[in-house]
């Protein structure tokens, strides 16, 4: 089956959900007109439905080729990229005075959604040259964005991030990469980087790699990086492309999914060193690549929707043709659509509530990002940025989480046929697998919400979002629609126990560390499931007070209760994990070395 991106859903998440429209009449989008959101998502998933979605399976089963250190694409894939450059898609969100378009991040985040339904391993390659223009646009000198800067907006030279090494991997201190200054201003870069996304193909012409590697002088570990600017192809003073520059993928990796995108191992230095450009201040590279990998990681986390989308969309079409067995009580002949079956509608309506929770949580992390630079005045940007970094660990981990939960449900939807190719759901599953990986492991996301997010200024940015789930859920209470079930109560319940979870580690942290990190992943897992609750119930609030959303509002109300009680349900056992669990944890050696 092919894709359609679910407009609706999305604008309600993206505009009552995520608070775009708070936002924009709030007056914190300046002269963006909010009426054309509807437009660009509408073009977006007709250019995903008719070039990207069709190219999804080509990719999965051609997959990629090395020769003479360049990478060969699957079939169709120069030409699709071609056409995406071509139509704007890669300048949407990209700063005007450089070519791009200047619209919200937020918009571009429901355009990353589509892309990564549609065709997950395409998108991967769009999603890091936006990385790509942020570090560049924030950090690097005037006259590197007049070479590079519009060429990566445009798409015409995509980019890449280049961090991960044989020994440092999430322990970024560990690289080894070398960079030597030389007499011009710029630098020459020998080493090698493993696992590096899009690090070589045929798709354009030009490549822009940002490459973290550390000086002679440099200080040990992270406080000794530096991050650098490497054309796979220098650039003549007239803008035309000329000698290759010393970069090669000496290898690619044969993975479980993502088979179409490619993931190369990169070789600097065997002709005297790639020619590189410093990005920011020489040791200060972390910072720098801090700025690409924010936004990479709440990247990540759509492309979690985005799947869990996709396996949703192919098991509800699939759960409407099989049949097999009978409705209960039904009489006669026949077998009717397995869709009838009680656990079977369960497991369809956990597929849509988690994406569905999932797609707001991002959405909302792109608001919260956008503001943090839009709102005119300076303490409104510093809460929205306080914001936006108490939930891009949220949005990185619960949402790549879902991506596996959800597509892992396709398969079983599937059946038997779901464990074979065919079908497309085993694929789904496959691709899934890498999001809570890269990009910074769902571990490391955990870690970061518990020791940085949940610490920061005494837990004042957790407060603050916690005063306004109690809100919606005393609005919820207030509505006295029946359709909401036990939802205010379930969603009040989870709230407390968040609350109460969030003060044991914040007391924790500070006095007994390990405790605190024993209890960091089922932490998230409990901050993502009421957050993702209260997000949908607001919503369906949202639902019954439009007139284009009224005839809908009973299946957001619907969906709102499932997800409230089936899965926010969930956040007093998960309280229990985080305080009661910790001992366990840490007395685990016995166990495990014995």
Not at 50 to 67: F, H, Q, W
Not at 266 to 276: C, I
Not at 324 to 333: C, D, Y
Not at 476 to 493: C, H, I, M, Q
């Amino acid at each position: 089956m092919t894709y359609r991106a679910p407009i609706n859903d999305m604008l309600l998440a993206l505009n009552h959900g995520a608070g775009l429209q708070a936002a924009v009449e709030a007056g914190h989008y300046g002269d963006f007109d909010a009426d054309i959101t509807a437009a660009v998502l509408e073009e977006a998933g007709k250019f995903a439905s008719d070039v990207l979605a069709p190219l999804n399976r080509v990719g999965d089963e051609n997959g990629i080729k090395l020769d003479n250190g360049g990478v060969t694409t699957a079939p169709g894939w120069p030409d699709a990229y071609r056409r995406w450059t071509a139509a704007g898609w890669n300048a949407v969100s990209g700063p005007e005075a450089f070519g791009g378009q200047g619209l919200p991040l937020a918009i571009n985040a429901a355009c990353t959604e589509i892309w990564s339904a549609s065709n997950v391993a395409f998108g991967l390659c769009p999603l890091l040259t936006l990385s790509a223009i942020e570090a560049l646009d924030a950090h690097g000198t005037d006259e590197l964005k007049k070479i590079y800067l519009d060429k990566l907006i445009s798409g015409e030279w995509p980019g890449t991030m280049q961090l991960t090494e044989p020994q440092a991997g999430s322990d970024v201190g560990a690289l080894r990469t070398r960079a030597e200054r030389a007499a011009d201003g710029s630098y020459r870069i020998s080493g090698t980087k493993i696992f590096i996304t899009y690090g070589d193909h045929d798709m354009s012409d030009n490549i822009v790699h940002f490459v973290l590697a550390r000086l002679p002088d440099a200080p040990p570990g992270t406080k000794g990086i530096s991050l650098f600017l490497i054309p796979k192809f220098m650039v003549n003073p007239d803008g035309t492309l000329g000698a290759r520059n010393d970069i090669y993928a000496s290898g690619i990796e044969h993975k479980l999914g993502m088979h179409a995108a490619p993931t190369c191992t990169m070789t600097m230095g065997d002709k005297g060193g790639a020619v590189g450009y410093l990005i920011g201040e020489e040791n200060r590279g972390m910072q720098c690549m801090f700025t690409m990998m924010n936004q990479a990681r709440l990247g990540v986390g759509l492309e979690g929707v985005g799947i869990a989308d996709r396996a949703y969309q192919q098991a509800l079409a699939f759960a409407q043709e099989r049949r097999q067995g009978r409705a209960v009580g039904k009489t006669g002949n026949g077998s009717d659509p397995i869709i009838v079956h009680p656990d079977v509608k369960r497991m369809l309506m956990q597929m849509r509530a988690l994406t569905a929770a999932a797609r707001t949580i991002c959405y909302a992390t792109a608001v919260a990002l956008d503001v943090s630079v839009r709102a005119r005045d300076v303490k409104t940007r510093g809460l929205a940025a306080a914001r936006a970094a108490l939930l891009t660990p949220i949005a990185k981990a619960f949402s790549t989480d879902i991506g596996n939960e959800v597509s892992s449900i396709g398969v079983q939807i599937h059946g038997g046929m779901g464990f074979i190719e065919e079908t497309g759901a085993a694929q789904h599953y496959r691709d899934a697998r890498i999001t809570p990986i890269y990009e910074g492991t769902n571990g490391i996301q955990s870690i970061d919400l518990v020791t940085r997010k949940l610490a920061a200024n005494g837990g004042a940015s957790v407060w603050t979002l916690l005063d306004e789930l109690t809100e919606t859920v005393s609005r919820v209470e207030a509505s006295n629609d029946p359709g909401f079930g036990t939802t205010g109560s379930k969603l009040r319940d989870a709230v407390a126990s968040l609350d109460r979870t969030s003060r044991w580690l914040l007391e924790r942290i500070a006095s007994v560390p390990n405790d605190a990190l024993a209890g960091a992943t089922p932490y998230l897992r409990l901050f993502g499931s009421t957050l993702g609750g209260c997000m949908l119930a607001s919503e369906a609030l949202a639902a019954r007070n439009l007139t284009e959303a009224a005839a809908d509002a009973s299946r957001h109300v619907t969906l709102a209760r499932f997800f409230a009680e089936n899965i926010s349900v969930q956040a007093t056992a998960l309280e229990r994990a985080v305080i009661d669990g910790a001992d366990a944890v840490n007395a685990a050696d016995a166990v495990l070395l014995a």
